[in-house]
């Protein structure tokens, strides 16, 4: 079955860092991948979605993610990361019957 | 600026009461999604909607919990009896179709506790 994997649930970098967040899947295809954010308090916005298209994908704030069909990853980037970034990141993926699966969130710490 | 909103924001509730959650979803918007979040647990999908009919509810449980929507802009969560186990975050979504491959618009989520 397909599913989504998080690798961590917990990440910090400090202010000005790169920020990786990791996200494989488990597919025999390539699946439609979204990352969406979750300030607290908040509901979740999606940050950038990945459709089959271009392999590398910018979404909103400064961030983008690869599709990697050989590693099986869609791992979420920003180069150098804001103290409004503190929030939890969800990796969601879309399997054939359209089933919608989220992983079980990351969250993203950042040190003054 | 289109959001969707939800109502209550919050609910205080007894064990065993009919507890009832409203979504208003983004006008034009054919797609509704139900959606419970608790730390144990993370983000659950619990039903969703296409043009009014339900398409998916396989995530609720269906003895106590039923959603409905009475129109185009209007979408309800019930639970009755409700217990403390429900309490948790229930997010409203909204979106287009070709859902779920395009965008979802979330609300700002009811937090429900059940005493």
């Known amino acids: 079955a397909q599913s989504v994997t998080q690798l961590d649930s917990h990440v910090s970098v400090s202010e000005g860092t790169p920020v990786l967040l990791r996200c494989n899947y488990s597919?025999?295809?390539?699946?439609?991948l979204f990352w969406y954010v979750q300030h607290p308090n908040k509901g979740l916005q999606l940050l950038l979605k990945y459709t089959s298209a271009a392999t590398l994908v910018k979404g909103i704030n400064g961030f983008e993610a690869e599709f990697k069909k050989s590693e099986t990853s869609f791992h979420l980037t920003k180069p150098s990361a804001h103290m409004s970034d503190a929030a939890e990141y969800f990796c969601?993926?879309?399997?054939?019957?359209?089933?919608?699966?989220f992983g079980k969130g990351t969250r993203l710490h950042i040190l003054p | 600026d289109a959001r969707v909103t939800q109502t209550p924001r919050d609910k205080v509730t007894e064990m065993g009461q009919e507890v009832t959650m409203r979504c208003q979803p983004i006008?034009?918007?054919?797609?509704v999604f139900w959606y419970r979040q608790t730390m144990m647990q993370g983000l659950e999908l619990l039903a969703y909607f296409r043009n009014r009919a339900p398409l998916d509810d396989s995530g609720m449980p269906k003895d106590r919990f039923s959603a409905e929507m009475p129109d185009a802009t209007l979408a309800t969560l019930k639970i009755q009896p409700s217990e403390p186990r429900d309490s948790a975050v229930y997010f409203c979504a909204s979106g287009m179709t070709p859902i779920p491959y395009n965008e979802q618009f979330f609300g700002p989520g009811t937090r429900l506790t059940v005493l």
């Open positions: 006008l034009g918007h054919n797609t």
């Open positions: 969601v993926v879309i399997r054939r019957d359209d089933k919608i699966i």
């Open positions: 597919s025999s295809y390539s699946p439609s």
